[in-house]
């Protein structure tokens, strides 16, 4: 299984490995993307002493809420993806990666020792039953399922259950991460939030990677940050006891998007973003004041055909996913016209919408559960729509609790465990109130800020297995018993 203890091990030999070697100094860093930036982090568990420093980027801290079942959510689309990739790699099927791949890498090679291939074709041989990630998905519902082939929960493989074993390592950790990643600009910051040890974070105007350039107010895809420079100032500095400055300098830097400028902070949220609550309408306004605000209850039939495109943030995700080979939303007037849409007055003044946002919305549907999405998006005068970001969340996890969050939340706290999940009654109103993924990206004087509603995004996101639990539409509630809202951290620029 991914990210198990056997493969944590694995990493303290390595270790043990390099520091004996006649060309070490004995002081180890770790870094990698993705899948690899996790294991950078999860090599922190063994707590080894000559490891000095960390970076992971584009790494996954919570597994169960940031890439597998985001809002509990099901986000099958991509884990088949990435499941069909590692078992090509278990089976050397490399044309699956690609033509150049397949006539680049042959295969992993023996080691030495092993000339006549006997322990490359055992562990050949052992790789053919490693557990299918996929399917495995299909087996679990709540955070705290016990998965019947591991013996174990899905938080038992997620970086942050083993938050205190990080800790003690000691070892400097340095987040990197994007806007447009997935929803793993949750991972970088709350990461930082929840490790004593991360010192330093920087989430830019990226993707995956970071890979590319996404910021919707430039025309190039090209990054213009060096992030390789960045690293190799915080290997010096712990690897080498090269004094660059770069431990003087503020812990975040963050890219603010219309700006096109680099902020660079000691807390998070900024001091000047504040929370701005806007009210839901039902002539489909949403407004600051409630007596500004029409009463009623709003039909939305859900489009189960909707999707967010090839090109979502959704899609950076790995290689083999980007349908397109730009992520970006460009010009979102037409895929989403169909939505149900909520709009604000024109602003008076340039806001920057920096932070987690949060949904808080009042809705029943007509089946025994909904999945509910929320996309934030600027409307400019000639009519064209921009997202801004998004979140979604499934209504059986909806209980909001008085625990203690392993991670900070920005919203109530939902455990997504079993013992925690409240039955979805068909037609009877429900709050569910939740974050949205982070962003920070400018909203123009004279522009709207629009809240769009969907049930479904049909090219990333599983719908719910139990058909009674599929509803075909769902109602919005904007009275003052059952108000909707959105709370936007906003701040004038």
Not at 68 to 86: Q, S
Not at 95 to 122: E, H, L, R
Not at 330 to 337: R, V
Request: net charge neutral; with cysteine; charged share 25%.
């Amino acid at each position: 299984m991914e990210f198990s203890p056997e493969e944590v091990e694995d990493g303290r030999e390595i270790v043990d490995w390099i520091i004996t070697q006649n060309w070490s100094n004995q002081k180890v860093g770790s870094t990698g993307i993705s899948y690899l930036g996790t294991t950078a982090e999860m090599l922190l568990v063994n707590q080894h002493p000559n490891v000095k420093a960390c970076i992971p980027r584009s790494s996954i801290f919570d597994l169960y809420n940031d890439i597998a079942f985001p809002g509990g959510v099901r986000h099958g689309k991509f884990i088949e993806v990435w499941r069909d990739t590692t078992l090509s790699l278990d089976k050397n099927n490399l044309k699956y990666i690609g033509a150049v791949a397949n006539m680049v890498i042959k295969n992993p090679n023996p080691i030495k020792a092993d000339k006549q291939g006997k322990q490359y074709q055992t562990a050949h041989a052992q790789h053919q039953s490693n557990f299918d990630i996929f399917s495995g998905m299909y087996k679990i519902t709540f955070r705290n399922d016990i998965h019947p082939d591991l013996g174990r929960s899905i938080n038992e493989f997620s970086v942050h259950y083993y938050k205190v074993k990080i800790e003690k390592s000691k070892t400097p950790i340095y987040r990197i991460g994007g806007w447009y990643d997935g929803a793993l600009a949750n991972s970088a910051i709350k990461g930082f939030l929840s490790t004593k040890n991360s010192v330093k974070l920087l989430v830019g105007p990226w993707d995956h990677g970071p890979a590319q350039h996404i910021s919707p107010f430039v025309h190039s895809n090209k990054k213009t940050f060096s992030v390789w420079t960045e690293m190799l100032r915080f290997l010096d500095y712990h690897l080498n006891d090269i004094d660059n400055g770069i431990m003087d300098e503020p812990p975040i830097s963050y890219y603010a998007m219309g700006k096109e400028q680099w902020r660079h902070v000691y807390d998070w949220m900024p001091n000047d973003s504040k929370n701005k609550s806007f009210l839901f309408s039902a002539d489909n306004k949403i407004t600051e004041k409630q007596k500004e605000k029409t009463e009623g209850c709003l039909h939305y039939a859900i489009d189960k055909k909707f999707g967010t495109s090839g090109g979502a943030r959704w899609n950076s995700l790995t290689v083999k996913y980007r349908y397109n080979r730009r992520i970006a939303y460009g010009d979102w007037t037409k895929p989403t016209k169909d939505l149900l849409h909520f709009t604000s007055e024109p602003l008076t003044k340039n806001m920057e919408l920096t932070g987690h946002a949060s949904a808080e919305i009042y809705v029943s549907s007509n089946a025994k559960d909904v999945q509910l999405f929320v996309y934030v998006s600027s409307v400019d005068k000639f009519g064209k729509v921009t997202h801004i970001t998004e979140g979604q969340f499934r209504g059986l996890h909806r209980k909001e609790s008085n625990k203690k969050s392993p991670v900070p939340t920005f919203a109530p706290y939902h455990t997504f465990n079993k013992e925690d999940a409240l039955e979805w009654i068909p037609n009877k109103v429900e709050k569910i109130h939740f974050e949205l993924i982070p962003t920070s990206h400018l909203i123009k004087k004279g522009e709207r800020i629009r809240i769009s509603i969907a049930g479904a995004d049909v090219d990333h996101f599983d719908e719910i297995d139990d058909a009674t639990c599929n509803p075909t539409s769902m109602q919005i509630f904007c009275t003052k018993e059952f108000a909707s809202a959105v709370h936007l951290p906003l701040m004038v620029v």
